[in-house]
């Protein structure tokens, strides 16, 4: 089993997948964990890193909290965030917020919890961030990053992203004003979501925003600082459109590794001329299995079953009956409901019970992007 991106990466690199280097942090290649709330926890990025070998993989956003309002609970919420194993490594984690010295004391808590990467939201496009002036909203006030990003790069010796949009909205697209901030405030790299903060998952990314800022950066800095894209990179000519039209160095992938956590081997083997692995049914199952093993390790049964009824769709996505077992997948509440459920399911999958056409639920639905 691959336990690290580089073994992941075939000798020679390529024009599209190669190492990438953040400051003083060496990725083994340029494939990047996006963060997800809800999703990027150590069960799944174990997975993502030991099954994909990505080379960067992230923890979700963690809220930058004043000081007095810092009890048991946000501490317990901050430890389970960013329990982190060296399997994993290198590990960026992610700050939300808008105060400077607060987000600077978060980029230090989590420095001090194993990150190796520190970002900052500025993508997140939830109501109540846009309210708090937090995520998406930080997009129309570039000094207010470049002051949380100083504060940031002078807390931490790790390096610091920022992880931004092309804008707020179509008429506020200042993607470059804002990346340029960021870097010259200090950011070591700049993720850019290609999308603006109102345009929802099925709207087409637009590579030429991610190019601006590529040309912007590299203009002041050469080479020295990173553009990562992001956005419905998951194909491989996805990933050439975003070299070949923007220019980017790397490339995070979110929503279609949860559940296809191969995607990240498989890019790196259809742009390197090889043949992409299509996992069997089987192979689904037992890494679903390994899947619940880890999050029951972190969670205890009562919340590992209820966190692992959405990987269970993801994992089963795609195959024939999975509409059937959608009810199903939903009321597991215990460990022997998840192995009934989960048998029965590849069992008549495997018997010829179930068969057809591939059936394609809608995961991301319900989820707000960040
Ligand atoms: C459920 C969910 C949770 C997310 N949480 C975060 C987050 O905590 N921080 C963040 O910067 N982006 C977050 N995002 C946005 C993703 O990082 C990524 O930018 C977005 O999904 C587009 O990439 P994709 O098309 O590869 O999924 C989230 C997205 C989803 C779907």
Known sequence: MVTNGEAAHPPGANRYIHPLRIRDLRLANNLCLAPMAGFTNLAFRLIAKEVGGCGLVATEMVAAIAQDQQGEAQAER????????????????QVYGREPDRCARTAAALERAG?????????CPVRKAKEAGCGVALMREPDQVGRIIAAMRAAVSRPV??????????????????????????????????????????????????????????????????????????????????????????????RKACGDPWI????????????????????????????FDLILRLYGEYRGVRVMRKYTFFYCNGLPGVRRFRDQFCRITSRSDFAQVVDGFFSDLASGRINGQAEHLELFERHAEG
Request: aromatic share 4%.
């Open 78 to 93: 901050f430890r389970v965030l960013t329990e982190n194993l060296p399997e994993e490594k290198p590990l960026a984690m």
């Open 115 to 123: 990150a190796d990467l520190i970002d900052l939201n500025c993508g």
């Open 161 to 254: 992203t920022a992880k931004i949009r092309l804008g707020a909205n179509a008429n506020e697209r200042n993607a470059v004003e804002v990346a340029l901030a960021a870097c010259e405030n200090g950011a070591d790299a700049v993720f850019v979501h290609a999308r603006t903060g109102e345009s929802k998952h099925g709207v087409p990314v637009d590579l030429a925003g991610v190019a601006e800022v590529k040309q912007a950066i590299s203009a002041r800095w050469g080479d020295r600082i990173p553009v990562i894209a992001n956005g419905s990179l998951d194909t491989a000519a996805a990933i050439r459109a975003a070299k070949d039209e923007a220019g980017a160095d790397g490339y995070q992938i979110g």
């Open 264 to 291: 990240f081997r498989n890019l790196i083997a259809e742009l390197s001329g090889a043949a992409p692995h299509r996992p069997t049914p089987a192979e689904r199952r037992t890494l679903l299995e390994r899947h």
